[in-house]
Antibody
Framework: EVQLVESGGGLVKAGGSLRLSCEAS????????MNWVRQAPGKGLEWVSS????????YYADSVKGRFTISRDNAKNSLYLQMNSLRAGDTAVYYC???????????WGQGTLVTVSS | QSVLTQPPSASGTPGQRVTISCSGS????????VYWYQQLPGTAPKLLIY???QRPSGVPDRISGSKSGTSASLAISGLRSEDAADYYC????????????FGGGTKLTVL
């Protein structure tokens, strides 16, 4: 059974940093691209970043470019999101999601809440 | 403002057929596939339709998707109370350096 479990969310002050993790199980992690998608309270979904299976490609939304860094450790079946220079607008539930092709997110984690206080 | 445009709300009574539209451009829907996600209250999104009109295992055939040019639609027939949820369309967009774009979401109410 495919499982994605996020962790690392919490309350942080504006300008601060946080590192999210997503632990994967039930599939060959290294053969899939992985993504972070976020959802601000009461708002819609916003794609944040993607990384290829072997980290061969990395993409970011303009809203986080230069502040967030996506990475993965295939030996640990884990995906990460290093978030720096956090802003109030980054407050959201952050989901990790597996994709088979871009935008085809076939499995999602339960999400982890990041709250940035100003 | 979302790159893909959806109506903010839709509604229907049990048994009815409802459709939700998704409008894009030549750099996203005009180039590739559309995907639909269902998000029940308090839960993570779930893939509902992939590659325009394909249903993942477990999704009933009363749910269907279509795409024509830069527009797409999701249809739910035989509406049931458990269909009440938020629905999002998504696509890959070629206009920037590789991005996934979502619609703003449509809240479906079953009256």
């Amino acid at each position: 059974e495919v499982q994605l479990v996020e962790s690392g969310g919490g309350l942080v002050k504006a300008g601060g940093s946080l590192r999210l993790s997503c632990e994967a199980s039930g599939f060959t992690f290294s053969t899939y691209s992985m993504n972070w998608v976020r959802q601000a309270p009461g708002k819609g979904l916003e794609w944040v970043s993607s990384i290829g299976g072997s980290s061969g490609f990395i993409y970011y939304a303009d809203s986080v470019k230069g502040r967030f860094t996506i990475s993965r450790d295939n030996a640990k079946n884990s995906l990460y999101l290093q978030m720096n220079s956090l802003r109030a607008g980054d407050t959201a539930v952050y989901y990790c999601a597996r994709d088979t092709v871009p935008a085809e997110f076939d499995y999602w984690g339960q999400g982890t809440l990041v709250t940035v206080s100003s | 403002q979302s790159v893909l445009t959806q109506p903010p709300s839709a509604s229907g009574t049990p048994g009815q057929r409802v459709t939700i539209s998704c409008s894009g451009s030549s750099s996203n829907l005009g180039r590739g596939y559309v995907y639909w996600y269902q998000q029940l209250p308090g839960t993570a999104p779930k893939l509902l339709i992939y590659r325009n009109n394909q249903r993942p295992s477990g999704v009933p055939d009363r749910i269907s998707g279509s795409k024509s040019g830069t527009s797409a639609s999701l249809a739910i027939s035989g509406l049931r109370s458990e269909d009440a949820a938020d629905y999002y369309c998504a696509a890959w967009d070629d206009s920037l350096s590789g991005t996934v774009v979502f619609g703003g979401g449509t809240k479906l109410t079953v009256l």
